[in-house]
């Protein structure tokens, strides 16, 4: 099997791992975990969501966060944006891409956005516009591409229409994602055989959230079909506050470890980006689910045992 040499990941946990916390997390821990992601050799963090604070509490801070972090240079810093009043937020706080987002189901939409989905192409289409007349890059998400909490299984010609829409508008790249988890690797490569004849590898990414545990696994299809981008949360945090049963996004500890071992170069430092997991996972109170990040304190912790 020849895989690819590098790959891209986009680190979402400061923006889709927080947004799903039911205890808020502060602004100067969130800034304290992004600058440590910046220096764990990162170069996408998707660091806020700028929507409104009443149906994403978890990120009223936005501004705050996006303005009080430490920029590393050739470090992209992409913040969601959902309407105008938000695009001219981020833009005040200097994101440097915006991220725009819609659903493949009709209903998921509705619950998502409150609109339908020939409704929410218009807006989409005038934040994308704006942005690049502003100087800066527009990325697009597609929700529940492989399944729908409300609808249960995805026609694989609306999720195309919904793309093509979104790269006639002017994104730079497409990130294709399993919303609640219910991927399995046959799926993927089903759909990714019928997306790379419409569109370039270079320009999708994948995000798998973890939810049965298959994310992995539809990464290394993913791999195999010659995806290069993939989303990922730290300590795989995560889920969607309007897809029930959703858990987290893959981890990027996990996929780090996997994707090293397999000699693929990312350019992130492993220790960092675990010594990263640690602190937010001690700031949020619980294990996080990520696999590496627990064996990592396993073994910390049963060494000092052993030096005791």
């Not at 609306?158 to 690797?185: C, H, Q, Y």
Request: proline share 4%; aromatic share 6%.
């Amino acid at each position: 099997m020849k895989w690819p040499t590098n790959i891209t990941i986009k680190e979402v946990g400061p923006r889709d791992g927080l947004q799903n916390e039911k205890g808020f997390i502060s602004t100067e821990d969130k800034i304290s975990l992004i600058n440590q992601l910046s220096a764990s050799g990162l170069k996408e963090i998707e660091i806020t969501s700028f929507v409104n604070s009443k149906w994403i509490p978890a990120l009223s801070d936005a501004a705050a966060v996006a303005t009080g972090i430490t920029r590393v240079p050739g470090v992209t810093y992409t913040a969601l944006v959902p309407n105008q009043q938000g695009l001219e937020r981020a833009f005040e706080a200097n994101i440097d891409e915006v991220a725009v987002f819609m659903s493949a189901s009709e209903t998921h939409n509705l619950k998502n956005i409150n609109k339908s989905i020939s409704n929410t192409f218009p807006i989409l289409r005038d934040l994308v516009q704006k942005t690049l007349a502003a100087g800066k890059s527009s990325r697009g998400y597609v929700s529940t591409v492989f399944g729908c909490p409300y609808e249960g299984a995805v026609d694989i010609d609306m999720v195309i229409r919904v793309s093509e829409t979104l790269f006639e508008m002017g994104i730079k790249e497409l990130s294709l994602g399993d919303t609640i988890g219910v991927a399995n690797p046959k799926q993927v490569q089903e759909l990714l055989e019928v997306f790379l004849k419409k569109f370039p590898a270079d320009k999708l990414a994948m995000h798998f959230h973890d939810t049965r545990g298959t994310a992995l696994a539809n990464v290394l299809v993913s791999l195999e079909m010659g995806i290069t981008t993939f989303d990922s949360s730290i300590g795989g945090l995560g889920g969607c506050p309007y897809a029930p049963g959703a858990s987290g996004n893959v981890a990027t500890d996990d996929l780090l470890y996997m994707l090293h071992g397999m000699g693929i170069h990312t350019g992130v430092d492993q220790e960092k980006l675990l010594s990263a997991s640690q602190f937010i996972q001690k700031k949020i109170g619980r294990p996080l689910p990520s696999k590496s990040l627990q064996a990592s304190i396993s073994k910390y912790n049963s060494t000092c045992e052993n030096t005791w």
